[in-house]
């Protein structure tokens, strides 16, 4: 099964060994909680968090 990482600066979910949001490489297994964002212009969670892609982010990194 595959276990999806977190970006530790954008907190992003990836398949993969880098950032799609913001291109870092420093990810992490350690995290917790799931948020799905559509239209990152458009929610004030994802602006907070500089979300700037649509996509799948974690809530807490450990
Ligand atoms: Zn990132």
Do not use: F, Q
């Amino acid at each position: 099964m595959v276990r999806y990482k977190a970006c530790r600066t954008c907190r992003a979910l990836i398949n993969g060994s880098k950032c799609p949001n913001c291109e870092k490489t420093d990810l992490t297994d350690n995290w917790n909680g799931l948020m799905i964002v559509l239209s990152p212009n458009d929610s004030m969670v994802a602006k907070e968090m500089e979300v700037k892609l649509p996509g799948c982010y974690a809530i807490h990194l450990r």
